[in-house]
């Protein structure tokens, strides 16, 4: 298990940018892919990015494709997600999520039963 903070969340203008950042401590962190997910309120949690262990495979939601990007250094135990182009529709709480896999280019794509741990969330507002 490993224990994950979000930071970086805030009240930006639309068109504006904003980097997140996902801290993980405990068991080794270079051997779990990440997984950004947003959850607004009355809908479900949904999977916006994600990142293989090693780094090399990433997955995108069709709607921040071009305009969100998620990295990690895995020296620092941190995982990113730069978010540029902000719309308002981008409003939302993003949470950090990780799973341990076997393979360092897996990517966990299966949304939220798949992943076992998570962080606490950090608001992101966009106003127009």
């Known amino acids: 298990q490993v224990q994950l903070v979000e930071s970086g969340g805030g009240l930006v203008q639309a068109g504006g940018s904003l980097r997140l950042s996902c801290a993980a401590s405990?068991?080794?962190?270079?051997?779990?892919?990440t997984g950004w997910f947003r959850q607004t309120t009355g809908k479900e949690r949904e999977l916006i990015a994600a990142?293989?262990?090693?780094?090399?495979?990433?997955y995108y939601e069709d709607s921040v494709k071009g305009r969100f990007t998620i990295s990690r250094d895995n020296a620092k135990d941190t995982v990113y997600l730069q978010m540029n182009s902000l719309t308002p529709e981008d409003t939302a709480v993003y949470y950090c999520?990780?799973?341990?896999?076997?393979?360092?280019?897996?990517?966990?794509?299966?949304?939220?039963?798949?992943?076992?741990?998570w962080g606490q969330g950090t608001q992101v507002t966009v106003s127009s």
């Open positions: 405990g068991r080794a962190f270079s051997n779990y892919a």
């Open positions: 990142i293989s262990w090693n780094g090399d495979s990433t």
């Open positions: 999520a990780a799973r341990a896999t076997l393979m360092g280019h897996t990517v966990v794509t299966g949304g939220v039963s798949e992943y076992d741990d």
